[in-house]
């Protein structure tokens, strides 16, 4: 077994395929397919950035923002930086073509340690608990239509999120066209619940239903010292148009697929979200909106009738998804960083048959499954959410300074310097806001990600690991090799 590739294959020769991936064989290593169409990217970054917030809670921008004209300007705002971001990526994945994201990016420009540092924050804290919230809007929404009008039990939606997790992990260790079928299947169903929405609050708005947009740019509410946390909610709204760049080894065509699959995303996404807060206000004022606890099944008694008992259910699929898009993707960073020698060897392994990275899927399972039972969830993402905007701020420093240090490297994509700085220096005022607003949590956040500097010198950095250490790795490898 070799770090750098994967499990050996028992026979040489030809192309092997399996569930319909096809494999490169480079002497005789199995490797990822490409089997990332333009449509499965197009549906890998619509499904991980639509989730349930844009149905239940959509009311952070209005809140902060003040009225219903300026709300509305900033969720367009919120899109075309979201989109400079996406872009600044997309060059970064066409001229790097390699998988793992943020974590491949800031090791190319700023170093293994940097790198080891996000990633360790991301193991340990983010993505654990990010997924873990995910998973418990999907067990509380899947079970609402059966438990309707009365509460749900504590007990019940813990074991609905635990059998859908369980079921989002078997399906991307089985097999990647299947895992790419059914979150096309999920997208689809996402914009259909979203075009539910729109087409009746357009028949509205066409009828005249306009009142609530009277006075919609009347800035007597309006606050300037609101106006950045309008544009943290926006910007958290738009979050995850990274994640293909997450599996770019494995998308067909890069230089063309990446792009064209980014800037598709985010003008069907930006669409749907400034339309559907539109259909919204056909029905409810603003006050009616932030009073609501999901907006969307309001929407959906007021227009539709006894159909808004589907409304959980297209929630639940939402967040289904989100899952489902970030289990793939986020599978491959741990793939790569252990390809990279920053996690242990077993990680970078793919299943001989099943031609998936089955112990990186795995790797989050137990450890999200035990924040659903025994963690602060919620806190903990309240510590880590200023660390993605960091990072991801990092991540576009590194790009302007790579086009200064390395200016010959290859560049299919290339944005305007522009992109790039706007964005930068949004992602570090929002940093800067969760300084100023929340210096506790922040800092807590912060210090738990500075951990990842003594551990990188304890377990990556020292040639000596702890004997210990090797000998669980050794013995890891051996019962994946046999599995």
Known sequence: IKRRSVVETAANGHKASSNGTELKREDGKVELGKKVTLLRGISIIIGTIIGAGIFISPKGILKHSGSVGVSLLVWIACGVLSLFGALSYAELGTCMKKSGGHYTYIMEAFGPQMAFIRLWADLIAIRPAGMAVISLAFGQYILEPLFMPCGIPPLAVKLATAIGLTSVMYLNSMSVTWTARIQIFLTVSKLLAIAIIIVPGMYQLFKGETRHFENAFDLSNVQLSGMPLAFYSGMYAYAGWFYLNFVTEEVDNPARTVPLAICISMAIVTSCYVLTNVAYYTVMSAEELLASSAVAVTFAERLLGNFSIAVPVFVALSCYGTMNGCVFALSRMFYVASREG????????????????LAAVLIMYPMTMLQLLVGDIYSLLNFMSFLRWLFIGVVVLGLI????????????????????VVFCITCFFMVFLSLYSDPVNTGIGFAISLTGIPAYYIFIYFNHRPKWLQRTLVICSVVVKFT
């Open 401 to 420: 300074y790579l086009r200064y240090t390395k200016p010959d490297l290859p560049r299919p994509f290339k944005v305007p310097l522009f992109f790039p």
């Open 342 to 357: 920053q996690l242990p060897e077993v990680l970078s392994m793919i299943h001989v048959r099943r031609h998936t990275p």
